[in-house]
């Protein structure tokens, strides 16, 4: 449970900081002047944006089997954008357009991605040691 957790709270700080860097760089979704309520609109985002991945994004995806099926797993990267989506509609001061999201959602999916294989060889290293 303790790296359960521990694993939640690094994505849900990678996840911030994914998003921060993929509004700095492509210039969308801010309104915000003020930079200490931009950081904590950025981390309420990641978090909102952790919870909605951990708890709707299985049941998205069940339901939309079909069209993952039919488009040979091409459709998860809709998915992952409609999760950033929802996301950000629930954040003040963040907006991003459908197209932009899904771009984000492929940068977060990456990123996540990383972070989950060096977890898991740190774990196996670990493993392999005792």
């Not at 950025?42 to 708890?55: E, T």
């Not at 069940?62 to 993952?68: E, K």
């Not at 099926?69 to 954040?91: E, P």
């Amino acid at each position: 449970m303790k790296k359960q957790f521990s694993l939640f709270v690094l994505r849900w700080i990678l996840n911030s900081c994914g998003l921060w860097a993929f509004v700095r760089i492509f210039g969308t979704g801010y309104s915000n002047a003020d930079l200490n309520a931009s950081t904590w609109a950025f981390l309420v985002a990641g978090l909102i944006f952790s919870v909605i991945n951990a708890v709707l994004r299985p049941i998205v995806i069940i339901l939309s089997l079909p069209a993952i099926l039919l488009t040979l797993g091409l459709f998860t990267i809709i998915v992952n954008g409609l999760m950033v989506y929802l996301s950000l509609l629930l954040v003040p001061g963040l907006h991003m357009t459908f197209w932009y999201s899904v771009f984000m959602g492929i940068v977060l999916s990456l990123v996540n991605y990383v972070v989950s294989s060096a977890l898991d060889m740190q774990y196996t290293r670990r493993q392999e040691k005792a």
